[in-house]
């Protein structure tokens, strides 16, 4: 049983969620979205470190996601994501949090089954598997699916960890 801590950075809007994984199942414990105001970075990027440190401290999470800068046609808005995951993986590092990374395409592909997914279909699937009555904000649906990838990856890598250790000479035991 762990308790993940999924993040979709953004300079203006930072989108979290939180679930406990019991086995195969994603429990829905937490989401919702870190807004910044102004307009100089600094600040902005202390009030992600802060929110973050503040989810961190109420859930406890054992473990952290985040999604991975992707290239954007304009150099400026990737440097500051870039520079807004600095500061979530700050506030990870010093609870002493692991922080595993994925793409935008390994998301979707975790939680719908297509790299190629809407916003829409993330925001569908979200809801189904963690059996929401309403549908999650755009971004903190966002941040359940960057936990619930993890947990799936995860699971995934224990479960091929488990049969290498029970390989013997090419026989399964």
Same mark, same amino acid.
């Given at each position: 049983? %762990? ?12 989108? @979290? ?10 429990? @829905?414990?937490? %989401? ?20 973050? !440190?503040?989810?961190?401290?109420? @859930? ?17 808005? !990737?440097?500051?994501?870039?520079? +807004? ?5 700050? !506030? ?9 990374? @994925? %793409? ?8 719908? $089954?297509? $790299? ?23 971004? +903190?649906?966002? $941040?359940?699916?960057? +936990? ?26």
């Amino acid at each position: 049983m %762990s308790i993940i801590l999924g993040i979709d950075p953004g300079s203006r809007i930072t989108g @979290y969620g939180v679930i406990q994984q019991k086995g195969n199942q994603c429990i @829905y414990l937490a %989401s919702g979205c870190i807004r910044t105001k102004g307009d100089t970075l600094a600040p902005k990027l202390n009030m992600i470190f802060n929110g973050i !440190a503040e989810i961190i401290q109420q @859930y406890k999470p054992s473990e952290f996601a985040i999604e991975q800068v992707f290239m954007a046609k304009n150099p400026d808005s !990737a440097l500051k994501l870039g520079q +807004a995951r600095g500061a979530a993986i700050v !506030a990870a590092t010093q609870s002493d949090l692991y922080v595993c990374e @994925y %793409s935008a395409r390994q998301i979707k592909q975790a939680v719908v $089954g297509t $790299g190629a997914a809407t916003k829409e279909q993330v925001q569908s699937m979200v809801m189904q598997i963690l059996n929401l009555s309403g549908r999650p904000q755009a971004d +903190a649906a966002d $941040g359940l699916a960057v +936990a619930i990838c993890h947990a799936h990856t995860a699971q995934s890598l224990v479960a091929m960890a488990g049969q290498v250790k029970k390989t013997v000479r090419g026989r399964f035991r």
